[in-house]
């Protein structure tokens, strides 16, 4: 059972705005009473002593958005306040996604290099998936959270930094990880297939952990999937089967990605499209999201496989400066070479403290003009940002943005920011990542507003009951009385993202109201301070 939210008992009438139910349901004039941190009555709301009235007017109300793809695992440790996500309607976000998040852990100094936002200097006090809740818990996050149990952190509990099957063994101590990990409240499983620690991991291996999954009942599997150059069709065929042999619904994460996998993106997209449209026509449960930039992100140490990182700081900058070594590196397959795509000008450096003149720019334009092999300069960055090398980001270049973005017209596409949760000051201040103050603004903004591919309804029905429903939350996602009063409030003439490339840290414009659980966390486009936020746990 989750926690209930602190001090629910405020009355809250919300007036004279246009109700979007979530559902997909033309909008109706009328007003919601929230009451006890619930949705009340929808309708005309008389005047009632004491109140605390928030005008609406001009404005759409719908239930708060949900991040179905979110990494802030960590983030919401450090700073529970979640500014780039409140400031945009975001009231739940799903952490621990593509094989990556907070727990289990068994060795930390390990794990770190899989956990998005955690740096050398930052502690891991907890082990196991209970106790990383209750932490989450005791900060009082301003959103509600939930979490998968990351692939990643169960192999390298257990097969650590070596890049092969699990031992019997070893996925027996495997299963009984995910067994705690799903009893103390965690939704399901999910798997970052070609990111270090995994790419070992056959589809045995997973098949036989989603039937363990499939035991908790409302769980579920998301999947960044396994994706090989020329085998787009290979990338969504895999967890299909493992999902249907396992009887689990299945989410594919991010699904646009296969574009990078064909020389024709446009066809790979579309055949990924066809292959869940045939698979539900079976019986098959399978849905599916994209982020919404137009680019892939993703930690420059990333490249590295993880017996590099396994080791102290001077072990693995050892390593880095062997030529020997480098020459081996060279032939590990990673997510960072896979989006180079056979031409370093696809990666750009987005930042590198250590070497900022070397920061926006290109790896390949780097190693033109320092007349170096690009992975030579990878690897050189990497040593001189040894310190703190999992903070190093790079965007992947390698998509059109027409083939990643036509998946958001097919009905059963959710969105997710794919990001941390961040803030313009504190902890965070100086942290970025691409789609963490933009994702939900922009994604109005462009299909409602500017191309009017989908009307209001239909993209609020993205944000809010179709994650819900994947997720079985039955009392969010949805504006109806007996619902969570996770609610956002917004002019839809001015709802946008104002972040950009190169300047992402900028809060959207537009935001009028939130509330979560029914507790106004903003208040006319203002934080107000409350952090109402609830850590959900799987019944």
């Not at 959207?508 to 746990?537: C, D, F, I, S, Y």
């Amino acid at each position: 059972m989750a926690a209930l939210p602190r001090c629910i008992s405020e009355r809250v009438v919300i007036r004279g705005g246009l109700v979007v139910d979530g559902m997909g349901n033309a909008p109706i004039q009328a007003d919601v009473l929230v009451e006890a941190g619930r949705v009340q009555t929808i309708g005309r709301i008389p005047k009632l002593p004491g109140a605390r009235m928030l005008d609406a007017a001009g404005c759409l109300v719908t239930p708060g958005f949900i991040d179905i793809h979110s990494h802030s695992d960590f983030t919401l440790v450090l700073d529970p306040r979640a500014e780039s996500s409140i400031s945009q309607g975001v009231t739940l976000e799903v952490v621990g996604n593509c094989g990556h998040g907070c727990a289990p852990v068994a060795y930390p100094e390990l794990v770190r290099s899989n956990i998005y936002g955690c740096q050398a200097h930052h502690e891991i006090p907890w082990r196991t998936m209970g106790e990383y809740l209750e932490r989450l818990e005791a900060g009082r996050p301003a959103v509600n959270v939930l979490t998968l149990v990351p692939n990643g952190n169960l192999r390298l509990a257990t097969v650590g930094t070596a890049n092969r099957p699990a031992t019997p063994d070893e996925l027996l101590h495997m299963r009984r990880l995910l067994e705690q990990s799903l009893e103390e409240g965690a939704f399901g499983l999910s798997t970052g297939l070609e990111y270090g620690p995994e790419i070992g991991c056959t589809e045995d291996e997973v098949t036989e952990l989603l039937r363990v999954t499939a035991r908790y009942p409302g769980a579920i599997y998301a999947t960044h999937t396994r994706n090989r150059a020329g085998q787009p069709q290979e990338a969504i065929a895999e967890p299909l089967r493992s999902s249907a042999a396992a009887g689990l619904p299945l989410q594919i994460s991010h699904i646009s990605v296969v574009a990078r996998l064909s020389d024709d993106s446009r066809w790979a997209v579309e055949q990924a499209l066809e292959q869940v449209d045939s698979a539900r026509q079976r019986g098959i449960d399978v849905t599916f999201d994209m982020h919404t930039r137009p680019f892939g992100t993703t930690n420059l140490s990333a490249v590295l496989p993880s017996w590099v990182l396994a080791g102290t700081k001077s072990e693995t900058a050892a390593q880095l400066r062997d030529v020997g070594v480098r020459q081996r590196l060279k032939q590990h397959k990673s997510i960072v070479s896979a989006l180079a795509r056979g031409n370093w000008d696809n990666i750009l450096l987005y930042n590198s403290p250590a070497r900022p003149e070397l920061s926006r720019q290109t790896i390949g334009q780097i190693s033109r003009t320092l007349n170096a092999d690009p992975l030579d300069v990878v690897y050189d960055i990497l040593l001189a940002e040894l310190d703190d090398m999992h903070s190093v980001m790079v965007l992947g270049l390698a998509y059109r943005a027409e083939d990643l973005f036509m998946v958001f017209e097919h009905p059963l596409c959710m969105v997710g920011s794919d990001a941390t949760a961040l803030a313009t000051d504190g902890p965070l201040a100086n942290t970025t990542f691409h789609g963490a103050y933009t994702w939900a603004a922009w994604f109005f903004r462009h299909f409602v507003r500017e191309k009017r591919l989908l009307n209001p309804q239909d993209a609020v029905r993205r944000l809010t009951s179709l994650p819900a429903a994947r997720l079985g939350l039955s009392d969010r996602g949805t504006l109806r009385p007996g619902v969570w009063a996770d609610l956002a409030i917004f002019n839809p003439q001015v709802f946008g993202e104002r972040g950009t490339t190169f300047e992402p840290n900028q809060t959207a414009v537009g935001m009028v109201h939130v509330l979560v659980n029914g507790k106004v966390a903003v208040e006319h486009g203002q934080l107000t301070g409350e952090r109402p936020g609830m850590v959900l746990r799987r019944a």
